[in-house]
């Protein structure tokens, strides 16, 4: 939802009429993942994918159809290798999507929460054909739904981890679980970390950009990252969640710097710690994190030389490389 959201709410914003698909569950070869959406207006723009491209003009046409008759429907595309091309799969796969008119205040209420996790379910058929619940506390619904029945849904989806279609007790749902946009904490802003700013966001990454060498760090170099810190990273780190969902890369070659940086995330949850430097240089590195206190075992955590080896030479190819390591950690390629 969130690589979508901001062109759907200018949509929103600008009267838009405006329909949702959201792949529900796939099989072999599909190129994409139960959750990711495509939302189309009335006008034929579009955004997002639900196939790479491979049944996009049949599900457009269905999302149409739904503009028309605002009626959800629950579409199924399989073919086999020998005849995938006719019918727009790449290679042979299956994959069934949920088409609907856009529900405008759900769609508000889910972006209110764009910076959290939460789940969500959708009724895939049925009576309540249609129906969403937000499973929160208050588990609000786009329609009244029994007690008992939000209670179950709600018992079900806490043993989810990643959204899927799934079956409980008679109703065919797909559970949805979002997780907010990752974040790309940036230690140093040479131009290496300009270059990797940019590859970031462009991927979906909320930046934070820690260096205390002012004018390293300026919104003119670093225009739309979400905060810049001028503090010491021992400092600045303690306001930021180092979670799961958080990726560090540490980029100055300054011990005063980078060493305190390592101190605060080699503890932390952090899902990516890389390090720009050689590997004689990170040996010393080592030996004064030791000094300081720093568990030995956490050293394994460090990817350093940072990035995939790309031969890379200038501040672009290195950024590049730095953040094909991210991507490649963050959808389990990699793991040290």
Not at 17 to 36: F, K, Y
Not at 208 to 220: N, W
Request: glycine content about 6%.
């Amino acid at each position: 939802m969130f690589d979508i959201l901001e062109q759907v709410n200018t949509w929103l914003a600008a009267g838009q009429t405006i329909a949702l698909g959201t792949v529900v569950e796939t099989w072999g070869s599909a190129p994409r993942q139960a959750g990711a959406k495509m939302a189309v207006t009335a006008e034929m723009a579009m955004i997002g994918s639900v196939s790479g491209g491979c049944v996009e003009t049949a599900v457009v046409s269905e999302m149409l159809d739904s503009l028309e008759d605002h009626k959800p429907r629950l579409l199924h595309f399989g073919v086999s290798d020998d005849t995938a091309w006719d019918v727009g799969l790449a290679c042979g796969g299956k994959i069934t999507v949920y088409v609907e008119p856009l529900n405008v205040a759900w769609w508000q209420m889910l972006a209110r929460n764009e910076n959290q996790t939460f789940k969500t379910i959708i009724i895939l058929s049925g009576e309540y054909a249609g129906a969403k619940v937000l499973l929160s506390d208050s588990m609000p619904s786009s329609v009244p739904l029994p007690p008992d029945m939000l209670a179950l849904f709600a018992q079900a989806a806490e043993h989810c981890p990643h959204t899927a279609r799934t079956q409980i007790e008679a109703w065919d749902v797909l559970i949805e679980v979002y997780e907010p946009h990752p974040r790309l904490i940036i230690i140093g802003g040479a131009h290496v970390a300009m270059a990797l700013k940019q590859y970031a966001m462009m991927l979906g990454f909320r930046v934070h950009l820690i260096d205390p060498r002012k004018a390293f760090a300026t919104a003119e170099r670093f225009p739309d990252v979400e905060k810049i810190s001028h503090d010491y990273p021992d400092k600045a780190l303690h306001t930021i969640a180092l979670d799961h969902n958080t990726y560090v890369a540490v980029l100055t070659h300054d011990p005063k710097i980078d060493d305190p940086a390592l101190q605060m995330v080699l503890p932390s949850q952090a899902a990516y710690i890389g390090v720009l430097s050689s590997r004689r240089t990170h040996q010393k590195r080592l030996e004064r994190l030791a000094a300081l206190g720093v568990d030995e075992t956490l050293f394994s955590r460090i990817h350093t030389p940072i990035g995939i080896e790309i031969n890379a030479q200038s501040p672009e190819e290195i950024a590049l490389s730095i953040m094909a390591e991210i991507i490649a950690v963050k959808n389990k390629g990699i793991t040290r």
